[in-house]
């Protein structure tokens, strides 16, 4: 398993994720990565931070764990929920803590 930081996602803004559907893809763009406020265990493994995808599309995935392909950091798995639909689409986040 991959572990998970803002420094392996902070260059990947703008770049596409594979969301692998099992018979088809969907397709996702990070649009933010951002760190959140670091709370709670000071000896903790990594900073929390916080992932925003977009989707183009109209059809909303459930808050689930989703295996994503990206062309910088490969095969992950992410759990995304929907938080927000605009005239752009759905927006996803990923929160690391």
Do not use: H, W
């Amino acid at each position: 398993m991959q572990f998970m930081t803002l420094e392996r996602f902070a260059g990947c803004v703008g770049q596409g994720f594979d969301v692998d559907l099992g018979t088809a893809s969907v397709a996702l763009t990070l649009s933010e990565a951002r760190p959140l406020p670091q709370q709670g265990f000071a000896a903790a493994m990594r900073s929390p931070f916080y992932l925003l995808f977009r989707s183009g599309s109209p059809v909303v995935l459930p808050q689930k764990i989703y295996r994503m392909k990206n062309v910088t950091v490969g095969a992950i798995e992410i759990f995304i929920v929907p938080v927000a639909r605009d005239r752009q689409g759905i927006v996803y986040q990923a929160i690391f803590n």
